[in-house]
């Protein structure tokens, strides 16, 4: 299974960017899939997750309101919508793979890995 995140990149405080986690692989929609971050000097945290049928969706409260997860599992692909973006938002953004379809917040609940994308926001 391989990831690949894009879609990063400079924005101003307010603004949106789109963020894209393609799929290599079988059965797809068998798993729970999710973003997490990091920023400079902090550690990785949990975004958002969204089960295999794209029928419940998980936020952190940071993001609640402001992001939104969905999956294409026709296409192998999974969306993060982030809105209003904030200068705390700056962050290595990773997509990854439940290792199964229950939900979790802990990366070490999570198998497969993306490589990254980087989004800043300006202030």
């Known amino acids: 299974v391989q990831l690949q995140a894009s879609g990063g990149g400079l924005v101003q405080a307010g603004g949106s960017l789109r963020l894209s986690c393609a799929a290599s692989?079988?059965?797809?929609?068998?798993?729970?899939m999710g973003w997490f971050r990091q920023a400079p000097g902090k550690e990785r945290e949990f975004v958002a997750a969204i089960s295999g049928s794209a029928g419940r969706s998980y936020y952190a409260d940071s993001v609640k309101g402001r992001f939104s997860i969905s999956r294409d599992n026709a296409k192998n692909t999974m969306y993060l919508q982030m809105n209003s973006l904030k200068p705390e938002d700056t962050a290595v953004y990773y997509c990854a793979r439940g290792t199964s379809n229950w939900y979790s917040v802990s990366s070490s609940q999570y198998r497969y890995w993306g490589q990254g994308t980087l989004v800043t926001v300006s202030s």
């Open positions: 692989g079988r059965s797809f929609d068998n798993y729970l």
